[in-house]
């Protein structure tokens, strides 16, 4: 009884902590910007460590020199719980301690990730009630990896006591840096469970107990959970997860599902406690292994949300392996400005993002090879990441993998310590950063005016019949790569930002495939528009509620009034064309009456209401039905698009959509704090971004093209006065004076090269 009621009272704790977020959050700014490489001490791969030879000191000295020597400034060690702890309360951190030593004599700080998702063995003896188990009722044994359910209060404790006990180490040395409490979380890290078919996790009782305190919370009594899962529970004992979908209501699936996602925030914030138990100053981080983005809530090893998780430590971030392995799917260019846009779009709040781990060589997976890393991919990746607002690069690893499936893969030097090319770059670069560490740390990208809204429930439309189709990553992505194309700022926002009114930088939000929402973020979106905001939304608009009910008025939830239209019906259709009738309003501007629109998916007949403030814009193809409606409301304005207009413009765009974007541009009244000559060239991209501070401006420019460019820059400042402009890798300072309150000037970029321009 006694272990029943302290776990009642931990997940209470937890449960309250993920959804208050960032309330009690003792928050580091940063003071010192980072690039480090991956190394604990000769040459096993992460996780695992090294076994200290009589050779270990002279060898790890002598690469520790030789990554001081190249130009970064820190190294990233890691500490794994199996080996640190093998026998309970018995710790070894020989590992640890001889690289810390050995980093302050050379002059390097030290950055720890944390691991416990290999365990030791006692764990699972000691405690063996503690297995991770599937939904098919399947228990994972622990082979090292996945390790064991911290929902479990033998291994919750055990866990937390080895961050606390880390802790107590680290502090010990003044160049240790920071944390990085869990790399790429999910609820069953490095183990893939392919004997049960769409494996899902986790079912053990610790956590089914855990979920049934989340829905007492929820629904407060056991009546209100009856009436919401359409159940006939008679005791809460009797509540458990759901394990396959029906045709009744599917908000069970609902309410895992975003369980889940907070069940994750709040492991990841008791493991930010632990820490803080023994050290209260240095920073605290934790990465995904991608951005959320490309993430549903469906996968079934535990899928998080980078909003949430940002909420629990001083910066979150990501991982960025843009040749992972196959080079079938190596990243495009769009794919990369989404991951590191929307990781910086989820730390907003926290002043800037890291990158936990960026590759660092070619990528392998069995009889898998990625095409080389090279040179050019890093100085694009590093420079691309500070762009953004990255405050620290971690590159994964110095040394190849030196066993596993990744064997071989992904160092920045050779297995046989020789110094590649690669490396000799990433760290010119990581010495640039460093001597100019205060101008990249107190510089900000400037704040957008325009917000992509990301929603996870749109994603659990159907819940375990869903169809198949997730349109939700492709609709926002559509939207977000016109506008990072033509080098116009934007962010993601969260649809809880929406709930919260936290919206007030912004002109125009947009809202791609909002199926599922919740009412209070339809409230929020009503008194932006009400209080003069500009909004876009597509088909089918608060079609279902957070609980999967259907709404009677598509858009749902009182938006019928703000967007000014309701839904008669709906088609589904691959390719969905919409033909323009009016082209009188500002989102039609430059398009002729009869030009087609590229919508995908649905296509929705939309009828105004019967008042004077809706403007019919186009019809559907095949039928001729309103399709696109303009409107207004309060001091603000809207459009309904009765398709999915981004998702058909990704990944290949339509000119005509393209220009319906560009005019959204004019119609809400943004103002760009720059243009250049190359926006919205996709076949010779050159990327600009333009950062903020106390002094001025930090421009990047970045060519990604294999040909030199020219580009003309025209940025808006405040006076005409002669400015400087501050070649940060060349060092080199020309002045221009702007007129009519613009700075014009021209540069040649290099094949792939990258420029830097502090302006003041």
Known sequence: MIEKISFTIFVVTIVLVSNSFVQNQK?????????????????????????????????????????????????????????????????????????????????????IQM????????????????????????????????????????????????????????????????????????????????????????FCPNTQARFRQWLKQKYQT??????????????????????????????????????????????????????????????????????????????????????????????????????????ARHWELWKFMVAVDFSRSANIKNGGFYVGEMQAGKGTIGLQIGNPITPDDHRIWMWSAVARGAKAINIYAYYPMSSGYESGGYGLINLDGSITERARCAGQIARIIDEHKKLFLESNPVKAEIAIVYNPL?????????????????????????????????????????????????????????????????DGLKDFVKQGGYAVAEARLAWNDERGFAAEVIPGMGLSEVFGVIETKVKMSEQVVMNVLDNSHPVMKNLSKGDPLKGAYFAESIEPLNNSHTQILASLDDDGTPCIVASKYGRGETVLIGSFLGLANHPVSDHNNNQFLLNLLDWAKIVRPFTTSHDGKIDTPVEVRLQENRDGYLLFIINHNETSEDIDIRLNVNRNVDFFLHKIIQNEVVMQKSENNLLNFNMNIATQGVQIIKIY
């Open 115 to 202: 691991y416990v998702d290999s365990a030791p063995d006692w764990v699972g003896k000691k405690f063996p009630d503690g297995l991770f188990e599937a939904q098919s009722g399947d228990k994972v044994y622990s082979q090292a990896a996945p390790g064991f359910c911290t929902d479990h209060a033998g291994v919750r404790e055990a866990v937390l006591n080895f961050y606390t006990e880390t802790a107590k180490v680290a502090m010990k040395y003044p160049i240790f840096h920071g944390w990085d409490l869990w790399s790429e979380p999910h609820i069953v890290n490095w183990a893939y469970i392919n004997y049960v078919p769409n494996v899902q996790f986790c």
């Open 458 to 522: 749109a994603q659990m439309v159907g819940g375990e019949q869903r169809g198949g189709f997730d349109g939700h990553q492709n609709s926002l992505i559509g939207f977000y790569r016109f506008f990072a194309e033509h080098n116009v700022p934007v962010d993601f926002i969260h649809r809880k930002d929406l709930e919260s009114g936290n919206i007030s930088q912004y002109k125009l939000i947009i809202v791609p495939y909002p199926l599922m929402f919740s009412q209070k973020a339809a």
């Open 27 to 111: 928050h580091s700014k940063p003071d010192f910007f980072l690039v480090s490489v991956w190394y604990s001490g000769g040459k096993a791969r992460a996780p695992m460590l090294s076994t200290i030879t009589p050779n270990s000191r002279a060898e790890w000295k002598r690469d520790l020199e030789q990554i001081k020597s190249l130009g970064f400034n820190t190294v990233r060690t890691w500490v794994e719980w199996a080996h640190c702890e093998p026998r309970p309360g018995e710790y070894h951190f020989e590992n640890l301690k001889l690289l810390c030593e050995l980093a302050q004599e050379v002059g390097l700080k030290v950055i």
């Open 222 to 327: 056991l009546t209100g959970l009856n009436q919401a899962w359409y159940r006939n529970f008679e005791s809460w004992d009797d509540v458990q997860p759901p394990r396959f979908g029906t045709i009744l209501s599917y908000t069970d699936f609902i309410d895992w599902k975003n369980f889940i996602y907070e069940k994750l925030a709040g492991d990841l914030r008791m493991r930010y406690e632990a820490v803080r138990r023994a050290d209260k100053t240095h920073v605290i981080t934790s990465h995904a292994a991608v951005p959320s983005i490309f993430y549903s809530p469906n996968n079934g090893y535990g899928a998080t949300d980078d909003f949430l998780m940002a909420e629990q430590v001083d910066f979150y971030g990501t991982s960025l392996y843009p040749k992972h392995n196959h080079p």
